[in-house]
């Protein structure tokens, strides 16, 4: 349902997007995780026919959103990261002009609006004017005009930025139930759990390339099957990787002066190896955590940070 073949997008000398290629399909959620400014909104707004690829084919339902773009995004709902909602009108009003904009009839918006205003929760406000709402129910609006119309593909650019938890919850179970519902979800996200909790498979981002792609068992098999050893305290760069070079099935995932991140077999059993090498080498360990491996060690280990806010 949604197909990129070879997507770049350069703004003089600035790559943001970098030769991607994914595709999407009917009544899943695809993922696209990475930090602010990887070049997920570049993406979304070549999908969305906003921005002209440099480079690049982007295909809806099967049409080609610059060849065909009227039938391309006839298809598409758009719930973009900043609001794009009118907060001297009411909720409504809102759901009312965005739907007509998309091609519904009076009839269709009478049925439809209510609907849609229950889905999220806002049948209470209807008639307010926006600009007496909450952040989070603002951004239950913004995702109401995106779906309002009944997208065969919804594209969702950071939905949940800046909402209380009791917010995110229900826009995330929203997100699950249109996937339901047999739509075509496209999610970018920089919240790790976000990620692993909601999208069937995904893409990680990083400096406008994919970096890895695949389903979550898919991408925790990148690390083994292997325990995560996280520790905070004082590391040394040089002498902590020499003392650790005996110890068998063990890899260094992070290393800096403050943290270390250790992927390994049997951690349970190692623990005690772990730290008298440690303490060997100078370092001083003041707290240890261990989990199996998810998504954010994975981007670790790829790119050797951790994700950016």
Not at 263 to 275: F, K, T
Request: glycine fraction near 8%.
């Amino acid at each position: 349902m949604i197909e990129v073949k070879g997507l770049r997008k350069e703004y003089k000398e600035i790559v943001a997007v970098d030769d991607i290629s994914f595709t999407a399909e009917r009544g899943s959620i695809f993922g696209l995780l990475g930090p602010n400014g990887a070049g997920k909104s570049t993406t979304i707004g070549c999908i969305c026919g906003l921005l002209e690829p440099t480079a690049g084919q982007v295909r809806v339902m099967g049409h080609d959103i610059l060849r065909e773009s009227i039938q391309a995004k006839s298809q598409l709902g758009v719930v973009p990261q900043e609001l794009a909602i009118y907060e001297d009108l009411s909720a409504t009003e809102n759901l009312n002009y965005w739907g007509a904009a998309c091609g519904l009839r009076r009839k269709e918006l009478k049925e439809r609006v209510p609907e849609v205003l229950e889905l999220t929760g806002l049948q209470d406000r209807a008639k307010e004017p926006v600009k007496h709402f909450s952040g989070g129910m603002k951004r239950r609006l913004n995702f109401a005009c995106g779906v309002v119309h009944h997208p065969a593909v919804l594209l969702l650019d950071e939905p949940t930025v800046g909402v209380d938890p009791q917010s995110r919850v229900r826009l995330l179970d929203l997100v699950r139930e249109q996937a339901v519902a047999g739509t075509c979800v496209l999610y970018t996200t920089h919240y790790m759990e976000e990620a692993e909790k909601l999208c069937d498979s995904l893409a990680i981002i990083d400096h406008g390339k994919i970096i890895a792609a695949g389903t979550l068992p898919e991408l925790r098999a990148l690390l083994g099957e292997r325990d995560l050893l996280r520790m905070s305290g004082v590391f040394d760069k040089t002498a902590v990787p020499a003392a650790l070079a005996e110890l068998e099935t063990l890899e260094i995932i992070q290393l800096e002066d403050n943290a270390l991140t250790l992927a390994l077999g049997s951690a349970p059993q190692m623990l005690n190896r772990v730290l008298q090498a440690l303490s060997s080498s100078g370092a001083q360990v003041r707290e240890t955590t261990m989990n199996q491996p998810n998504l954010e060690s994975l981007f670790i280990k790829l790119t050797g940070k951790e994700l950016r806010e």
